[in-house]
């Protein structure tokens, strides 16, 4: 599973959480609120290795997953 940073859309913390998929639904772990994916951090695939240059939107790329594989 890639690690993923997001930002609450309630409280603005910013927090890196592992998802299954690009669109899972994440909560801030301090307030509850949604996080939001941001793009501005970098992206980690299950192997632990930086993905490159990913931009995270796995429908333009096949994803993480399968370019560290």
Known sequence: MPVYEYQCEKCGRKFDEFVRSFDSEV???HCGGRGKRSYSGKMYSSTGKA????DGNCST???CS???A
């Open 51 to 54: 993905s490159g240059g990913c």
């Open 27 to 29: 909560r801030c772990p």
């Open 61 to 63: 790329c096949g994803g």
């Open 66 to 68: 399968s370019r560290n």
